[in-house]
């Protein structure tokens, strides 16, 4: 199938092209211009026939495996005398389903810098994960309530909340092992949350 869609276009773009140089200088000079129009429309054809090819040929080898990074973060807006409330979505965006999936997770309210390190421990229990699955998990669960000193520094920037964590699972072929990091970082004053460096990349 691809040598026939590789060479098809060239043999009837050269055949359209010939028979449009001998229908114009044979006096149908419009019948011509049809032909080469026709030829022209045919190695068009072909160049994005190769075009396409070359993408598909840049794409992440497999392409069946399981792609499971977070999703969304969902927070209500902070308030004094309250916990902090987060929920973070976890989400297999692969089109195969990921096993063993290990989800480390540190949720913590400190500096802005220096940027927290991935943990490299996994304490998170093994989960199966099929394909557009979603899983939550709870952040700040411990945290004290809120006072409103708390809620100045963070929007001051002085202190801030920090989501950071790392996945772990397989998945086909042959129970391959993945992972991916993340890091986020609060925005103060709503319900944005920020990527930090080249994290939330499956691996």
């Not at 045919?42 to 792609?67: G, V, Y």
Request: hydrophobic letters at 45%; a neutral charge.
């Amino acid at each position: 199938m691809d040598i026939a869609s590789f060479w098809l276009p060239i043999v009837g773009g050269i055949l359209l092209g010939g028979f449009s140089g001998t229908a114009f200088y044979g006096g149908h000079k419009i019948a011509g211009l049809w032909f080469g129009f026709a030829g022209v429309v045919c190695f068009l054809l072909l160049a994005t026939l190769q075009i396409q090819r070359a993408i598909s040929d840049q794409s992440p080898e497999s392409s069946d495996r399981p792609h499971v990074g977070v999703d969304n973060i969902e927070m209500i807006p902070l308030q004094a005398g309250r916990n902090i409330d987060v929920d973070l979505k976890i989400r297999n965006s692969g089109p195969t389903t990921a096993t063993n999936v290990r989800i480390t997770v540190v949720c913590a309210i400190r500096a802005k810098e220096p940027i927290p390190a991935i943990p490299i421990e996994q304490t998170g229990a093994p989960a199966v994960l099929i394909s557009g699955a979603v899983a939550a998990i709870k952040c700040f669960e411990n945290s004290p309530v809120l006072s409103q000193e708390n809620i100045n520094a963070l929007d001051e920037r002085r202190m801030t909340l920090w989501i950071v964590g790392r996945i772990d699972y397989l998945g086909p072929p042959n129970r391959t092992g993945y992972f991916t990091t993340f890091r986020f970082q609060h925005v103060p004053g709503g319900v944005r949350w920020a990527i930090v460096g080249d994290d939330n990349q499956a691996t």
